[in-house]
């Protein structure tokens, strides 16, 4: 119950996805739920290959964003250890962009935090993505997420 | 009076600018410091009506209000994860 054990951030760098299951654990937890959002390959309308994203983020909003979000489900769910981590700048196609890491005493409370989190991430968090094509041209991803 | 205005991915590319300040009236609202920056930047127009807003890191309704020093930033439909 312990959020200064949280780990939340934006980094430039690849995501270690052992690390984050590590700190997540806890000898209290029966359950870690890990998310990893991973680029997907797609074809555009010229019929070029995607790449990779370039993620872009407004940071201090972001982060800021995350703990509340932490701290909501928090709220809602009895959770040990929580690590969220997005990645900012290019990430290829097929590697993880952001991960979600809960750790709880029962396996549906650290699911459902899990998809809270990332659910709320996708809605909420300033960060957005450009598609980087096969002939290095680019284009920003339509956002879905929140509007005025 | 001053604020420092922020933009970001798509409008951040269309205008030009990343950060800049801006002169506004005092008592000034998150929607008029809007319209002030579509007549300046007239390459993201029609972006504005899907643009959000957040005033010191926290998302802001176009009623509110904005004060010396604040940080405005525009936020396009966020794409993360």
């Known amino acids: 119950m312990d959020r200064k054990n949280d780990i939340i951030a934006l980094q430039s760098t690849a995501l270690d996805i052992g690390a984050a299951i590590g700190d997540v654990g806890d000898h209290g937890s029966g359950a870690i739920a890990v998310f990893l959002g991973t680029t997907r390959g797609e074809v555009n309308a010229q019929g070029r290959e995607l790449v990779a994203l370039d993620y872009e983020a407004y940071a201090e ?88 | 009076m001053k604020i420092r205005l922020r933009m970001f991915a798509v409008l951040r590319d269309r205008s030009g600018i990343s950060q800049t300040e801006i002169e506004l009236a005092d008592g000034a609202t998150v929607a008029t410091a809007m319209e002030e920056v579509g007549r300046r930047f007239l390459g993201i127009v029609e972006l504005l009506p899907r643009t959000a807003a957040a005033v010191n890191l926290c998302y802001a309704k176009p009623a509110t209000i904005l004060r010396d020093g604040d940080e405005l930033a525009l936020i396009p439909p966020v794409s993360g994860g």
Do not use: N, Y
């Open chain 1, 61 to 148: 909003m972001a982060e800021t964003q995350m703990r509340q979000m932490a701290e909501d489900a928090r709220r809602r769910w009895p959770i040990s250890r929580i690590v969220m981590l997005h990645r900012t700048g290019l990430v290829d196609v097929g590697q993880p962009s952001v991960l979600i890491a809960v750790s709880t005493p029962h396996r549906a409370e650290a699911f459902g935090a899990c998809r809270f989190l990332i659910d709320d991430l996708k809605k909420q968090a300033t960060i957005w993505k450009k598609e980087v094509w096969s002939d290095r041209s680019s284009t920003w991803a339509e956002g879905r997420g929140r509007q005025p």
